[in-house]
Structure formats: C-alpha cells, structure tokens
C-alpha cells in the first residue's frame, strides 16, 4: 500500500512536470533539437506504419517496459515471413542506450525503410530480406530519451535511464539514473562508477534495469551472429576489446571492423571512419554480446557531436547504411556454418562450436540453438579443426575444414549420445 501511494505521487509529480516543461518549451522546441530527432511517441508510431505497410516484412515485439517510466522498448525485425521465426542468420542494430545521442535511431529507421520499401525492387535487398531476420532496437532506453525532449536539449543533458536511484520518489538529475552502457555484466564491478550520481553509473548490480534485461533476453534467445549498437559521437568503430585478456576472435574482429569502416565516409569528406579497440573493463553491451554469448558486436560512433545538426543527418545516415549493408554481405561470406542434432531423434542439440586454437576460458563460444540446432560462426579465410561439443553426447571432431575467401563451409552434426539411448 504504501509502495501503491508512492507510485501513485511518483506519477501525478511526473506528469506536473512534464505539463510544466512541455508549456515551457513549445516555442523553443524547433529550435533547439533538429525536426528530423523525433520525438519518441513519432518513432515508435512510424515503427507501427510500417508493420501496417508491410505486414509481411516486419514484426514488433515489446520486448521490455523502461525501468522508471515504463515506456514500452520495442524490438522490430525485418524478414521475409516476418512472425515466423525462421532458421536464418540473424543480426541486430540498437540506437540510443545513451539519451542525447539520438542519432542511433536515426540510422535503425532509415534502414527498417530501405528493407521494406526496397523490398521487391532490388535483388540485393531481396537477398538480406529473404535470408536474414534483421532485429532493432532503436530506441533502447526510451525515459532517458523522453527526458532529453522535456528538457528541450537544456541542462541537464541527460545519458542515462531515469532509475530512482534514492528511492524518493522523485527525480534528481544529480542523483538519478544507471548508464545502461555501463550495466552490462561482463566485468561491471571494473567498469563505469560506483557513485549514483555519475554519467557513468553502473547500477547497483548487472543487469540491474530493465533495458539492459530486455537486451540481454534478445540476445540470448536470438542468437545474433552480428551486432552493431549506435552511439554518437567519433567517426569511430569501436571493437572488442583493446585493454584485457586476447579476445580469441580479434583477427577477425578486427577485419571486420576495418572493413566495415572503409564503407563509411567522415564528414568532411576525407577517409572513413578509425576503427579503436572498446574497454572490456566497462559492462559495455558490445563486450558482454562477444564475452558472453560470442557475437561479433561493434559500437558505431558517429558523427562529430551528440546532435548532428540537421544538415548533416542524412549524409551521416546514408554513409551508415553502407557500412551495415557490409555487414548484410559478410554474414554469408566466410566461415562455418551448420547444425547439430541427435542422430537417431533428429532433434536439435544445443552444442559449443569450438575452433581449435581461437577459444578460451573469459569468453563463450558459439552455440548452436535451441530451436533448429543451427550455428553460425564466421572465420578468416584459413584452414580450421573444429570440435562440436553438447554435453551427454560424444564430441565431434571436424579437422582440416578449409574456408575460403567468399565461402561459408556448411557441417551437418549428427550427435550420438553416450548413454546410448536412441530416442
Ligand atoms: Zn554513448
């Protein structure tokens, strides 16, 4: 009851506020944040026109509420069949986990378009639609993201979600909010600050809010071969990881990454953007997405300011397209792919797929999944000894599987088990 009476207050003083700010700000709001930064109730209402445009191309999922406001987070994915949830590759693009680096939604938008309304018009785009599912999340912390409106870009110009981190019931910007860039459990006790009040708060534990959660559960039940989480600003890729224990997959990482930036133009006009290597000492969702689960994440940093300005949005965002269309292609270039199941039952076995001399003991390696036993891993052109492990079956043993450049390899696993059941 007296948690109910609380919320109740909680509620009537947010909504006083946000009347107060909202009168405060009209004729300023033009102004001061650029019209092409929507407001959050405009993305999500064009996220809901294209389901009703293309119904068979997209699918909305909430896949969380936000931590103090509980605004919806939505997750939409672009796919041919797009209800089903179909055995292909997957990949995801999230904006805005920091509040006033909008332009992440931007970029996620501007492709959810080019899939859908290219759809049917270009074999390229046919292809990735056809043969990938392609998952947003453009707004990932939505109150922060709301906030940064009400203020109409003034102080305090906030980063983090809107967590109560006193418990009073009200908000204060000196005391309030959890970086959710921060929250990530892969090292979090090393990274971000311990001090509520920080722009880098990490909580008071991983995954403490509700946005990093709802990541986390994506994540973990899709399966994602890429990622790619948007943030502005520095013209940069960042990779996992420059400042810890070899990341096994680094080469790679790397020639990804390189390769990614040279498609993406700076804005003056002269080179791409730098490729640099992330902190995995920060609970940053890039390194816990490779750490914990072995997808190839990367945070894009663009542009040169927190808000481009509004002339600069579409070149930054077209540049950007570019760099994800990179992605659409490597997916399906070099590297293993395949899947595992029981020999006699043909049902799918969830195994670790293990290349010898590329694991190692801070960082999981790639599974196949639950639901079609597929896997997923993509590797340098080379010659590789692959180990597929489940655990009550024999492992498996794949030795001089040779990749080359353009090619993924295809294994089909068939398990047996060592108690010798065959059903
Ligand atoms: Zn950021």
Request: hydrophobic share 40%.
């Amino acid at each position: 009851m007296m948690l109910l009476n609380r919320l109740n207050l909680f509620f009537v003083g947010m909504c006083l506020a946000t009347t107060l700010a909202t009168a405060q700000i009209t004729e300023h709001s033009q102004t001061n944040i650029p019209p092409s930064y929507l407001p959050l109730e405009e993305i999500y209402s064009q996220v809901f026109k294209y389901k009703a445009k293309y119904p068979e191309l997209v699918h909305i999922e909430e896949i969380g509420i936000s931590t103090t406001r509980k605004l919806p987070i939505y997750a939409v994915k672009i796919s041919d069949n797009a209800a089903d949830s179909e055995d292909e590759p997957k990949i995801l693009f999230m904006g805005i986990h920091h509040a006033r680096e909008p332009i992440g939604a931007n970029i996620c938008m501007a492709l959810v378009n080019e899939l859908c309304s290219k759809y049917n018009k270009s074999e390229r785009i046919n292809n990735w639609v056809n043969s990938l599912e392609v998952w947003f999340v453009p707004v990932v912390n939505p109150e922060g993201y709301s906030f940064i409106f009400e203020k109409n870009l003034s102080f305090p110009w906030w980063r983090k979600n809107l967590r109560d981190n006193d418990g009073d019931g009200k908000f204060d910007p000196l005391i309030d909010g959890v970086d959710l860039n921060r929250n990530y459990d892969f090292n979090w006790a090393e990274g971000g600050e311990g001090i509520s009040g920080s722009w880098f708060f990490r909580g008071t534990k991983p995954f403490s809010e509700n946005e990093t959660r709802a990541i986390q559960k994506l994540a973990i039940r899709e399966n994602f071969v890429i990622g790619i989480s948007y943030h502005s600003y520095g013209e940069s890729i960042l990779f996992p990881w420059g400042n810890y224990n070899r990341a096994p997959d680094i080469d790679l990482i790397v020639n990804i990454a390189s390769r990614m930036a040279l498609q993406i133009e700076r804005e003056s006009g002269f080179g791409s953007y730098s490729i640099l290597p992330l902190n995995a000492r920060a609970g940053q969702s890039s390194v816990w997405m490779y750490g914990a689960l072995g997808i190839l994440d990367y945070i894009v940093e663009v542009g040169t300011e927190y808000f481009p300005a509004e002339k600069k949005i579409s070149s930054i965002v077209n540049q950007n397209i570019q760099g994800a269309y990179y992605l659409f292609d490597r997916i399906f270039s070099s590297g293993i792919n395949g899947h595992a199941f029981d020999l006699y039952s043909k049902k799918p076995v969830v195994a670790d797929i293990l290349v010898r001399g590329y694991t190692a003991s801070y960082v999981r390696p790639r599974r196949s999944d639950s639901r079609f036993g597929t896997f997923q891993k993509l590797l340098l052109p080379g010659k590789y000894a692959i180990e597929i492990v489940a655990e009550g079956y024999y492992p498996q043993l794949f030795e001089d599987i040779e990749v080359r450049e353009g090619e993924s390899v295809y294994l089909r696993v068939a398990l047996v088990r060592k108690d010798g059941y065959t059903n």
